[in-house]
């Protein structure tokens, strides 16, 4: 599913207008980035989290020219499904 394809849905279950339902979408998710890039996470109950995992330091083969590379110690974000989202997935 698309981000129009949310717009479209939410606009229609709730009956507001597109461009508002867009700009709420839109600022959802700069909110959202924002927090994962001040290392904040943001919990939503029965949703979900939005994480930031750490990567440890490893080492990595490029089989192709056989040398080994290291990667460094990285964040990157992530997301953690509530129990509830999950069994609802699972079902």
Do not use: C, W
């Not at 990667?71 to 069994?87: G, L, M, Q, S, Y």
């Amino acid at each position: 599913m698309t981000k129009a394809e949310i717009v479209n849905e939410i606009a229609k279950n709730t009956g507001m207008e597109k461009g508002a339902v867009l700009a709420v979408v839109e600022g959802f998710m700069e909110v959202v980035k924002g927090s994962l890039a001040n290392g904040e996470p943001v919990y939503l109950r029965g949703f979900g989290s939005f994480i930031i995992k750490h990567r440890a330091q490893k080492a990595a083969r490029n089989i192709t020219r056989n040398t080994t590379l290291t990667i460094p110690e990285h964040d990157i974000p992530a997301f953690k499904p509530a129990k509830v989202f999950f069994e609802d997935v699972k079902k």
